[in-house]
């Protein structure tokens, strides 16, 4: 029978991903239930029960400064049965048991285009203010050409932005037997004083568990 795929495929496939300087490490600890491989200087996590297999890729350490992981799941069915997996088929905890959010693609998508229009709207108000403010002295003065430029800095910062998430958030699946699903697991924001964090995936009545080790520069 040929070697299980799932952690080499997650390696393969984490490569399409833009790389962002990161302001967290995350690596995964290895338990009896959790092996860690590494693939191409990557580790990633595999477990293997009956039913099913799961693994799970640091892709990113993180998505931006907010400390958003980009963490991706892949599973595999080998009972004789469908399986969902779903948001409520993962739980990730801290190591006090706060609960981490998981998002869906498009909350992920949602929650970023309201960041990028609020972070376009201050640009805009305050190159405006600036322009008024130089024209309104006794004598005019130069506007400021770096809040001049800030709403086409802006901009071209949230495209960076859009561009980067792009693939991010979590996407359900029916997992029939024999197939297999990759996804971003979607993580919201870490809590500040994370140092520890545990994955859980339910598959087939099997829960496969992945503990993280957290690690923050600044």
Do not use: C
């Amino acid at each position: 029978m040929a070697k299980r795929w799932i952690l080499a495929a997650l390696v393969a496939a984490s490569w399409a991903g833009t790389a962002m300087a990161a302001t967290i490490r995350i690596e995964p600890v290895e338990t009896l239930g959790s092996m860690v491989e590494f693939r191409d200087g990557m580790a990633g996590a595999r477990s293997s029960l009956a039913r099913s297999d799961a693994a799970l890729l640091v892709q990113r350490a993180t998505h931006d400064e907010k400390d958003m992981p980009a963490l991706v799941i892949a599973v595999e069915n080998h009972s004789q049965a469908p399986f969902n997996l779903t948001p409520s088929s993962v739980v990730v905890t801290t190591q006090s048991g706060e609960p981490v959010a998981v998002f869906t693609r498009d909350e992920m998508m949602a929650s970023l285009e309201i960041r990028a229009r609020k972070r376009a709207k201050w640009a805009q108000i305050a190159a405006a203010m600036d322009g008024a403010g130089a024209a309104a002295r006794d004598r005019p003065t130069p506007t400021n050409p770096r809040i001049q430029d800030g709403p086409a800095r802006v901009e071209a910062e949230n495209e960076a932005m859009m561009a980067a998430a792009e693939g991010l958030g979590f996407v359900a699946q029916t997992v029939q037997p024999g197939e297999k699903h990759m996804t971003d697991l979607g993580l919201g924001p870490l809590p500040k004083d994370t140092s520890e964090l545990t994955v859980t995936v339910t598959l087939a009545g099997e829960a496969h568990r992945f503990p993280l080790k957290v690690t923050r520069y600044r």
